[in-house]
């Protein structure tokens, strides 16, 4: 865990302060909606469609156990018991009394915690590989660079008013858990020729409204020019980023309409007067950061577990648990474990205060007071002793958060949709749910094998759902609500984006659209070692889009006869 400094400190208690300032201001008619709105985004708060949405930062997905505690008390205290894990690795709580938030910010502060860039057109909350330090396949701690990243962007004078929102993933792995190809700057950790440590950058991918896969403009940029190399880039985003139409002004735009190449000479010219400036970083101002890290204390163990292995052998339940939840360390005689958030008849991502309080006392005696939060909206465990698995996952199980289905089709990415966000077009918790319960059955997940589905409400996706094998969007169609299918996406090194399938459907139909498409899938795979995925990329998206809709169309035509007839 980072650990504040009294800058930090001093930073998130003067922001409180203001705050609550500002906050009685408004409520006192002081200040009027416009000129709050603009204070209140500057610290997560959003109005939703029913009530204020807090947001909470949770700097690159890492928490310690006595600030989830805190959530869960926040959650009762000022909510309705329950957070929502997003897809930026932060907490969003769907029902505080706007005048309350100012007492919410303050006891977050107590536990080093704020809602500070969480919203509004600045750097966001910076995402990473949840896996992070302790990854077999990790070509650095990517926690550090990231809290170097924090440190530079929070309250970045020339960046507070960008053209949009800005967001930024670090991978500091051989394989791509941090999406890097789909945000705004993507920095992906390599080594040059000579073992010197650098990242390739990647600039304008994203989702939304025009998704695009990130280009890369610098194969390798040596870690010393970071900083300085990344100022170049937002400098010439906020000189000719648009302003004029909010849905032209992500620098995905910019990089599209100046095309990759005269982009990145951009940046190069920019940087020219920039590089080996003030802010290019030295060793010891990485050592200065890492040394604010608490580090796990590991005990030094065998490779394998005897006493797992059996238990693996005895019990079905737990095997398929280890299968799927359960990843290797790079510390022998430890194992990374993910929480599932995504029990059918859950919506995906939400966590009770009581769940939040139970995860906290696991993080305690399991994993060094530790745990993150994927961009998949589950939480992680990454230090868990091999001897202790079988015990953790018995306590798991008894809260509901063991159901072994991580890299599976229930394991569902999905945003709020229009049960509380104001710019949806259609709900995704129901129909997240129908598709749970249309898929819950163990067997016949593992013989459909590895499948991501993510969903949207609307087209901001926050569901990522460009980027799911399947892609489900909602979208309005003359008031109704409907979801257009896609399928092909993919994220991680081989990134894609999904390709719409046909026409939407309706609520009710969606369960069954995906039931046909997982039924082609498995009549025409090669192997159960082809991957839903693999065959799309095989076959190409017509075969399935005949396979849904000419069924589909049959069906409509055999009603409209018997109608006839009727």
């Known amino acids: 865990m980072y650990i504040y400094d009294e800058i930090d400190q001093r930073l998130v208690d003067e922001r409180v302060s203001q705050y609550r300032d500002q906050t009685r201001r408004f409520l006192a008619g002081k200040l009027s909606e416009d000129e709050f709105r603009a204070l209140r985004l500057r610290n997560g708060l959003y109005i939703q469609r029913h009530a204020p949405m807090l947001r909470i930062a949770i700097p690159y997905g890492l928490l310690a156990s006595r600030q989830l505690r805190k959530l869960a008390h926040i959650a009762r205290t000022y909510d309705r018991g329950y957070g929502h894990f997003s897809t930026r690795q932060n907490m969003q709580f769907n029902w505080p009394q706007l005048e309350r938030v100012p007492d919410i910010l303050a006891e977050l502060a107590t536990v080093q915690m704020h809602g500070i860039q969480t919203s509004g057109n600045c750097v966001r909350n910076i995402t990473t590989d949840h896996f992070g330090g302790v990854a077999a ?20 004078p ?6 949009r929102k ?12 941090a999406a890097v190809k789909i945000h705004d ?26 998704p695009i896969i990130g280009s890369v403009i610098r194969e390798f940029l040596p870690w010393q020019h970071l900083l300085t190399y990344l100022d170049a880039i937002l400098r ?12 032209k002004a992500r620098i995905k735009i910019l990089v599209k309409a100046r095309t990759p190449e005269v982009f990145a000479q951009e940046v190069e010219s920019e940087w020219a007067h920039l590089k080996d400036g003030p802010a290019t970083l030295i060793p010891e101002e990485i050592q200065r950061i890492e040394a604010r890290f608490t580090r796990s204390a590991y005990a030094k163990l065998p490779a394998t577990d005897a006493n797992l292995e059996v238990a693996l052998a005895a019990d079905r339940a737990f095997r398929n648990w280890h299968l799927r939840n359960v990843v290797r360390h790079k510390v022998p005689g430890y194992a990374a474990v993910t929480l599932s958030l995504k029990k059918t008849g859950v919506p995906p991502g939400d966590v009770t205060a009581e769940q939040m309080d139970a995860i906290a006392q696991l993080a305690d005696r399991y994993s060094f007071g530790e745990l993150r939060v994927s961009h998949e909206q589950n939480v992680i465990l990454a230090d868990v002793k091999l001897s202790d698995l079988h015990a953790l996952w018995q306590e798991a199980h008894a809260l509901g958060l063991a159901t072994p289905n991580i890299g599976m089709l229930t394991n569902i990415i999905c945003c709020p949709g229009g049960d509380f966000c104001s710019l949806a077009n259609a709900k995704s918790i129901p129909v997240a749910a129908a598709i749970q319960e249309r898929f819950d059955d163990l067997d016949y997940l593992y013989d ?13 996706a926050c569901g990522h759902h460009h980027v799911g094998h399947i892609g489900i969007l909602g979208v309005d169609k003359q008031g109704a609500e409907y979801y257009q299918i896609s399928i092909g996406g993919s994220q991680g090194n081989d990134a894609s984006l999904g390709k719409v399938l046909g026409p939407s459907v309706s609520q009710a139909e969606v369960p069954g659209v995906i039931e046909k498409l997982i039924e082609f899938y498995l009549a025409h795979r090669v192997a159960d070692a082809e991957r839903f995925i693999d065959l799309v990329r095989r076959i ?18 055999d009603r409209r006869r018997q109608l006839a007839t009727a």
Not at 166 to 177: E, L, T
Not at 236 to 247: K, L, S
Not at 540 to 557: L, M, S, T
């Open 158 to 163: 020339e960046f507070s008013y960008l053209p």
């Open 540 to 557: 190409g998206i017509e075969p399935f889009k005949e396979h849904v809709y000419g069924v589909r169309n049959q069906a409509a035509a």
């Open 137 to 156: 396949d990790e070509l650095i701690d990517s926690y550090v660079w990231c809290e170097v990243l924090r440190q530079w962007a929070m309250f970045h």
């Open 236 to 247: 010439v985003y906020n000189r000719y980023g648009r302003r004029d139409n909010i849905h």
């Open 185 to 210: 700057v993507g920095l992906h950790a390599v080594h040059d020729a000579n073992g010197e440590l650098g990242f390739r950058v990647l600039v304008g991918g994203g989702l939304g409204r025009t």
């Open 166 to 177: 800005f967001k930024i993933a670090v991978n500091g792995a051989q394989a791509d858990r």
């Open 448 to 460: 459909i094998g590895e499948l991501d589905l993510n969903m949207s409400g609307c087209m901001n």
